[in-house]
């Protein structure tokens, strides 16, 4: 081989209405309870339900989660920064997406 052989990524496409509850995201994150209430009190996320025992985080919440338990425990950012950091790379991926938009324009409008 060349040293290019292929890499391949392993995962599951999850719907918006597929609804998790604390202890099912938990199990997938390695997160714990503790560790959502305060990523939940920094407003990371927002769970339907009044009290702990009834949160229920929508599907796509499975990545924000995945990701704030990454900057948690492997660069040891706090609450507030997860917080923050979860926004800040919402707001990149959008702007990407807008910037994708306008690049299929710009590329079509400079071809014809």
Not at 48 to 63: D, I, L, P
């Amino acid at each position: 081989m060349n040293g290019n052989d292929p890499s391949y990524l392993q995962g599951e496409i999850v719907e918006e209405r597929i609804e998790f509850t604390l202890v099912e995201l938990c199990h997938i994150t390695g997160a714990s309870r503790d560790d959502f209430a305060r990523w939940v009190a920094e407003g990371a996320f927002e769970p339907q339900g009044a009290r702990m025992e009834e949160w229920r985080f929508s599907g796509t919440c499975v990545r924000r989660a995945i990701t704030a338990q990454h900057l948690s425990a492997d660069l040891e950012v706090n609450a507030p920064g997860v917080a923050l950091a979860l926004d800040l790379l919402d707001q990149i991926d959008a702007l990407r997406k807008r910037l994708a938009r306008y690049g299929d324009r710009g590329e079509a409008s400079c071809a014809a």
